[in-house]
Nanobody, 122 residues
Framework: VQLQASGGGMVQAGGSLRLSCAAS????????MGWFRQAPGKEREFVAI????????DYGDSVKGRFTISRDTAKNSVHLQMNSLKPEDTAVYYC????????????????WGQGTLVTVSS
């Protein structure tokens, strides 16, 4: 499974962005899909995960209530709607696929996308 993340960019604090992650194969449908982020000089941080059938989601504490993860099985894609963005949300965002739920650690994921940069200015 190859994953391609997109949608990053620069936005002012309080604004919104929508990230997308496209999977190359239909086998993606059997994977739980997540997002992580990594800010400069910091460790990679869990952001959100959605179960393979969309029935359950889980979020990191720092984004709960502001970010929403969803998936479009018809288009083999998963999305991260980010609202009320803060400068501390600035990071490279990665999508990833896992057989586990809810996987909050990097080693619990089997496939990773290349990352997309989100910059939030104050």
């Amino acid at each position: 499974v190859q994953l391609q993340a997109s949608g990053g960019g620069m936005v002012q604090a309080g604004g919104s962005l929508r990230l997308s992650c496209a999977a190359s194969e239909r086998t993606f449908l059997s994977y739980n899909m997540g997002w992580f982020r990594q800010a400069p000089g910091k460790e990679r941080e869990f952001v959100a995960i959605i179960r393979w059938n969309g029935a359950s989601t889980d979020y990191g504490d720092s984004v709960k209530g502001r970010f929403t993860i969803s998936r479009d099985t018809a288009k083999n894609s998963v999305h991260l709607q980010m609202n009320s963005l803060k400068p501390e949300d600035t990071a490279v965002y990665y999508c990833a696929a896992s057989r586990l739920f809810p996987p909050r650690r990097e080693y619990e994921y089997d496939y990773w996308g290349q990352g997309t940069l989100v910059t939030v200015s104050s």
